[in-house]
């Protein structure tokens, strides 16, 4: 028979609401090239946990068990995730399948559940180190782009990896110590980790909806950084010294989020020729550049209105938040923002 009686556990209703909200995942973000291998994770991760509640439901003779191979399913699945939103210009492409082999290959040898689950880990473990590289290449080529980079920063995708990380280490743990916990134990530790996978699902899913164009940049910068210099390095300092005068003057520095682009269309220089000029001629990312003329600022502020509050400076400098004004400090003086300002305020 097919079918037989089954009884739903705690458990199980997670993982058909994770199944379900995989399935509403795809049908949010289809359509968007950028989203394709996330997409690809969410239909994959539905069968995945199609096939684990089959399975733990007994629903039919289960002669065979297939979801153990899919843990070497899913270190591959969140690096082409990351990868393919970072750079939609290289999509997924048939090549791309081999990473999926040696799930097909670990099919047969699944009664040998405790070494496929350690392949699985082992792969895991890899795939998010790649992940990971894509993910510092992104911050790096925010700093070029623009000097606002908390805005942009993937906190939360990082989030998610370091989450993804401990719930693979604790499930491995569960798994290991199965013959000697007891079975309430098991059970409250299986729900946990079901409970908590859901929980991340529904964070991916809504920070990408939320934030459709929070990946640009990383294609653009490295393909102007690929091509070559549009002068010799010797021009540098003086293409610099011109350009740090104009921003200077104009106070540029005090718009919340200014980035390559917004100084390119106010000078008449092009992307390259800024990032080259500030990164030659001033040893500096542009970035770094624009916060330490926003430190400056609030410096002088500091001095000149000591009636203002640390917030008011910040936003007049060109902060667009306090964690980003508190951050920048720390980075660049080693203090915090009332640490380096309070003797200033006072007059010293």
């Known amino acids: 028979m097919l079918l037989a009686e089954f009884y739903l556990q705690p458990v199980n209703i997670i993982q058909l609401l994770t199944l379900f909200t995989g399935l509403l995942g795809v049908s949010l973000l289809v359509g968007e090239q950028r989203y394709h291998g996330l997409i690809m994770a969410l239909l994959i991760q539905s069968v995945m946990m199609a096939f684990n509640l089959y399975e733990e439901l007994n629903v039919g003779a289960v002669a065979w068990y297939v979801t153990p191979a899919f843990s070497l399913t899913l270190g591959p699945l969140f690096y082409l995730m990351v990868r393919v939103l970072l750079v939609p210009e290289q999509p997924l492409t048939l090549r791309d399948s081999t990473h999926f082999v040696p799930t097909l290959m670990a099919l047969p040898f699944t009664p040998y559940l405790q070494w496929v689950l350690l392949l699985g880990a082992v792969s895991q ?76 699902l529904c964070i991916a899913i809504v920070g990408l909806v939320r934030q459709p164009a929070l990946f640009n940049g990383l294609s653009e910068v490295e393909e102007t950084n690929a091509q070559p210099a549009p002068h010799e390095d010797s021009q540098a300092a003086a293409i610099f010294a011109a350009l740090d005068s104009q921003i200077r003057e104009h106070q540029w520095y005090c718009q919340p989020r200014i980035c390559l682009q917004d100084i390119a269309g106010y000078t008449g220089l092009t992307v390259k020729d800024i990032s080259w000029s500030i990164n030659t001629g001033g040893g500096l990312s542009f970035a770094d550049y624009i916060n330490q003329l926003r430190i400056q600022r609030v410096a002088e502020l500091a001095k000149n209105a000591p009636h203002k509050t640390l917030l008011d400076m910040a936003m007049d400098a060109g902060f667009s938040s306090k964690s980003s004004f508190n951050a920048v400090f720390k980075k660049h003086t080693g203090k915090t923002p009332g640490q380096y300002l309070t003797p200033l305020r006072a007059g010293d």
């Open 125 to 200: 473990l890899i795939y998010f180190a790649l992940a990971l590289i894509w993910l510092k290449r992104y911050h790096a080529a925010m700093a070029e782009r623009e000097a606002d980079t908390e805005r942009k920063a993937l906190h939360w995708l990082f989030n998610t990896l370091v989450v993804l990380l401990v719930l693979l280490i604790l499930d491995m743990v569960r798994v290991n110590l199965q013959a000697v916990t007891t079975e309430p134990f098991r059970s409250t530790w299986y729900l946990l980790d079901q409970v908590a996978f859901l929980l991340v």
